[in-house]
């Protein structure tokens, strides 16, 4: 698994566990895709996952619109990561 891969899945796995009231998972995913934004230069990504992690420990107003950001700033992201290297997403 690459390790952009493992992104894919994660707008789920965030609303998954705010729909199970999961706050401990939440607080690990978002800084997680903030860390991989910063390390590959993904300014807007980053910015989206900052936003989304201070709303989700509560220093911002949690609003579904910042998971909609984040969701559309990862998605640019992977399908340019994967135009660019030839790579098809996951079906499924």
């Known amino acids: ?5 493992r992104f ?15 706050t401990e998972a939440t607080m690990h995913l978002a800084p997680r895709a903030k860390g991989l934004a ?5 300014a807007r990504l980053q910015s ?4 989304l992690e201070m709303a989700l ?8 619109e910042i998971l909609d950001e984040f969701s ?5 992201v992977i399908d340019g ?7 098809t997403p996951p079906v499924g």
Request: proline residues 0%; aromatic residues 4%.
């Open 48 to 51: 989206a996952a900052l936003a």
């Open 72 to 76: 559309q700033s990862l998605k640019v």
């Open 1 to 5: 698994m690459t390790k952009t891969a």
């Open 81 to 87: 990561i994967g135009s660019n290297f030839g790579l």
């Open 57 to 64: 420990r509560g220093e911002t107003r949690y609003e579904k």
């Open 38 to 42: 910063g390390s590959i230069g993904a």
């Open 8 to 22: 894919i899945d994660e707008v789920a796995a965030i609303q998954t566990a705010l729909d199970a009231g999961n």
